[in-house]
C-alpha cells in the first residue's frame, strides 16, 4: 500500500532541497570493436555506442516525467580507449573523434573512457594515448578523460604521474581560450573503480559486463535540509538522521535505475550515492558540515564532520541497495559546491586542508583551480601526495586541478554549468622536481599483502 506521507516527502526533497538523479550512465564494452585497422575500430566504436544508447535519453526523460525526478544528465562510459587503440599502431586521436561523434548522435552529455590504466606500468598504445590527450580534449566538447597512476597493490607508477603533470598543464594552455576547460575534463587517480557513473572518472571496466546502467544519486540539500530539523541533536543522533535520508536517496536511484534497465533491455549495475554539489544554492556538500556546527567549511572539525557523512551515507545506502558500487559517499569538488566556493575565496580553505579531507571523503582533490604558472613537476607532486593517500588507505582518491593559464592567486576562473567557477588557490613554493624526475616506481604498501 502506498504511503502518502512517503510520497508528499519525496516530492518536497525534489522541489526544495534540490534532490535529484544526478547521471544515468551507460557502461558499453568496445572489446568487441579491435581491429588492426584504427578506421575499421572506430566505425565499429561509433556502430555499437549508437545501438546501445540510441534509446538512452528518450528512456531518461520518460522516466523523469513519469515520476516527477530530474535526471540531470545521460552519459555513457566506455572501455579504456589505449586498451582498443594499443593493436592499431597509430595515434589514438581518430577514436576520440568517434566518441564525440557518437555522444552528438546519441545526445548524451558526455562520454567518458579516452583512459588509461598504468598503475604498474605502461602497456603498448599507453603512452600514445595519454599523450593525446590535450589533443582529443581540446579539439571535442563530450570527452572526458581519466588516467589510473597507483592502487594499493601496485604502488604508484611515478613515471606516469610525471608524465601527467606535463599533460595537465598542456590540456590547460591548449584551452586556455576556454577557461582552461580540457583540464577539467581530465582527472588523474589511484584506485579507480570500474563502474563510476560520475564524470570526468567514469570508463568501463575491463570486468564489467558487455553493456550494463549505472545510476549516480544526489541530494547534499536533502541531507542539509534533514539536520536543520534537529538543532540540538548530537552527533550520534545526527549520524542517523544522515544514514536514514541516504537510505531514502538511494531507494529513488534504485527505482530510477531499474526502470531504465528494464525498458532497455540492459542489466543494471550499481547505484552510486555520492552527494554531488552544485552551484546552486541549498546543493552544498560544505554547507552540511556547516549545519552540523561549524562556522564555516574548513575551520577545524571539517576533516572529523566530513568523516562522520561520508560513512552515515555509506552506511544508509548499502542498507537500501545491494547494488550500491560506484565511489558512494561525498565529494568535495570546490569549484562545483556554492559553500566550498566561499570556504575558498575567504581562506578558510586551501590545498593542504583540503588534502586532509581527501583522506576521508569520496574522491579527492577535485576541480582545483591553481595559478597558471605552477611548473609541471608541482602538479605532478601534488598527484603524487593524493595518490600516497589512496594507496595507503586502500581508498580511491583523485586529482583533477585547472591550471589558471596567465592568471594568479586571488583571480577566478568561470565554467558555467555544473562545473561552476572557483578562486585560484596558492600552492606552496619549493620545488619538487628532483623526486618527480627520479621516476621509478613506489611500491605497494605492506597491506598489499592480503592473499
Known amino acids: 500500500m502506498l504511503n502518502v506521507n512517503n510520497i508528499l516527502e519525496t516530492i518536497n526533497m525534489i522541489e526544495n532541497e534540490n534532490l535529484d538523479i544526478r547521471t544515468i550512465t551507460m557502461g558499453i564494452s568496445l572489446l568487441d570493436c579491435i581491429d588492426p585497422s584504427i578506421d575499421i575500430a572506430c566505425q565499429k566504436v561509433y556502430d ?9 535519453v528518450s528512456v531518461c526523460d520518460e522516466i523523469s516525467s513519469r515520476y516527477g525526478i530530474p535526471i540531470i544528465n545521460k552519459r555513457i562510459s566506455v572501455t579504456p580507449i589505449s586498451i582498443i587503440s594499443s593493436c592499431t599502431g597509430q595515434n589514438p586521436i581518430k577514436f576520440a573523434y568517434a ?27 599507453d603512452k600514445e594515448l595519454i599523450e593525446s590527450i590535450p589533443y582529443a580534449l581540446a579539439k571535442t566538447n563530450c570527452i572526458c578523460s581519466s588516467v589510473n597512476v597507483g592502487s594499493t597493490k ?48 567514469a570508463f568501463h571496466g575491463t570486468g564489467e559486463a558487455d553493456c ?102 555509506k552506511k544508509g545506502g548499502v542498507m537500501a541497495s545491494s547494488k550500491v558500487g560506484g565511489l558512494s559517499g561525498a565529494f568535495i569538488p570546490v569549484t562545483e559546491d556554492a559553500g566550498m566556493i566561499d570556504a575558498a575565496r575567504s581562506g578558510s580553505l586551501c590545498i593542504e586542508k583540503l ?6 571523503c569520496s574522491v579527492g582533490l577535485d576541480m582545483i583551480v591553481i595559478p597558471g604558472d605552477c611548473s609541471p613537476e608541482t602538479i605532478s607532486a601534488i598527484i603524487a601526495d593524493e595518490a600516497a593517500i589512496g594507496m595507503v588507505n586502500s581508498k580511491t582518491t583523485a586529482v583533477r586541478l585547472i591550471p589558471a593559464i596567465g592568471k594568479k592567486p586571488g583571480d577566478e576562473l568561470e565554467f ?36
Do not use: W
Not at 48 to 56: D, F, G, Q, R
Not at 175 to 196: M, R, Y
Not at 225 to 246: D, R
Not at 433 to 449: E, M, N
Open 48 to 56: 555499437k555506442i549508437c545501438k546501445k544508447a540510441e534509446n538512452l
Open 99 to 125: 566518441l564525440e561523434k557518437a555522444a552528438n548522435t546519441c545526445g548524451v552529455n558526455f562520454i567518458g573512457g579516452y583512459s588509461a590504466l598504468v598503475q604498474k606500468g605502461f602497456s603498448v598504445g
Open 154 to 201: 601496485t604502488g604508484i607508477n611515478m613515471d606516469a604521474v610525471s608524465l601527467m603533470g606535463k599533460i595537465i598543464k598542456q590540456t590547460a594552455e591548449m584551452t586556455a581560450d576556454k577557461d582552461c576547460i580540457g583540464a577539467a575534463k581530465l582527472v588523474v587517480f589511484c584506485n579507480a573503480p570500474e563502474d563510476n557513473p560520475f564524470m570526468a572518472g
Open 212 to 313: 550494463i546502467i549505472n545510476v549516480g544519486v544526489s541530494g547534499p540539500g536533502v541531507v542539509r535540509a534533514a539536520i536543520e530539523k534537529y538543532p540540538t541533536a548530537n552527533i550520534t543522533e545526527i549520524a542517523e538522521i544522515i544514514k536514514k535520508t541516504a537510505f531514502k536517496i538511494t531507494r529513488a536511484g534504485m527505482l530510477v535505475g531499474t526502470e531504465a534497465s528494464e525498458k532497455l533491455n540492459i542489466p543494471f549495475g550499481i547505484v552510486d550515492l555520492s552527494l554531488a554539489p552544485t552551484p546552486a544554492i541549498g546543493d552544498s556538500v560544505a554547507h552540511i558540515l556547516e549545519e552540523i556546527g561549524l562556522e564555516q567549511c574548513g575551520c577545524p572539525g571539517t576533516t572529523a564532520t566530513l568523516a562522520m557523512l561520508n560513512d552515515a551515507v
Open 355 to 360: 588534502e586532509a579531507m581527501t583522506a576521508v
Open 416 to 451: 558555467g554549468g555544473l562545473l561552476g567557477s572557483g578562486p585560484i588557490l596558492n600552492v606552496k613554493k619549493g620545488s619538487p622536481a628532483k623526486f618527480i624526475s627520479r621516476g621509478g616506481i613506489i611500491p605497494a604498501p605492506i597491506q598489499s599483502l592480503k592473499n
